[in-house]
């Protein structure tokens, strides 16, 4: 158990829709990423939030958007959802940036967009 | 643009014997190396980082190298057990970086 908890686990939905996937980091963590995991492929960095604040995006749609609250934990919402959005999305957490320690991921939220 | 190149998606091994799995980077900026090992079902979990200052880092089965000029980083678990079969990935990042670059991983299956 790392200790970073995503929810839902599973999620079905149809083409047009909007999800919301959500993400507690470890406690004491402040640091949350977004990666997402197609078939086949590595992790896509989508986007990285420090102590409420956005630091970093990648390759993430403008479809698709994140914010980190007061209490840390993050929500990645995912709208207008076409086929090519069904993934893993991983949410990780680490105490302050990647290069400073190693990144401890959640246990991932399967979308499949129908 | 993918900046960390795992080229073997998959690897068998015998048990008790070396697996290697190899990376490469593109990007030179790279300064901080890590493996992630992932089982079905679970996200990626840490197995083992390395500096740009070293060329080598070990713990006990796994062992890191890099080859800074040939932008290359190699995973070796010596012996191999059952328990290593998962999917490996390799990872990357920089000193004024906020996020690790991934390769699409290696799925190790060690046979009995």
């Known amino acids: 158990d790392s200790g970073v908890t995503q929810t839902p686990k599973h999620l079905i939905t149809a083409t047009g829709q909007r999800v919301t996937l959500r993400c507690s980091p470890r406690s004491g963590d402040l640091s949350v990423y977004w990666y997402q995991q197609s078939l086949d492929q590595g992790l896509q960095f989508l986007i990285h939030y420090y102590n409420g604040e956005e630091r970093a995006k990648g390759n993430i749609l403008e479809r698709f958007s994140a914010q980190q609250f007061p209490d840390l934990h993050s929500e990645l919402n995912l709208s207008s959802l076409e086929l090519g959005d069904s993934a893993l999305y991983f949410c990780a957490s680490s105490v302050a940036t990647a290069n400073t320690g190693e990144l401890f991921f959640g246990e991932g939220s399967r979308l499949t967009v129908l | ?112």
């Open chain 2, 1 to 112: 643009d993918q900046q960390v190149k795992q080229n073997s998606p998959s690897l068998s091994v015998q048990e008790g014997r070396i697996s290697i799995l190899n990376c490469d980077y593109t990007n030179s900026m790279f300064d901080y190396f890590l493996w992630y090992k992932k089982y079905p079902a679970e996200g990626p979990t840490f197995l083992i980082s390395i500096s740009s200052i070293k060329d080598k880092n070990e713990d006990g089965r796994f062992t890191v190298f890099l080859n800074k000029s040939a932008k290359h980083l190699s995973l070796h678990i010596v012996p191999s057990q059952p328990g290593d079969s998962a999917v490996y990935f390799c990872a990357a990042t920089s000193s004024n970086d906020y996020k690790l670059s991934f390769g699409a991983g290696t799925t190790v299956t060690v046979r009995a």
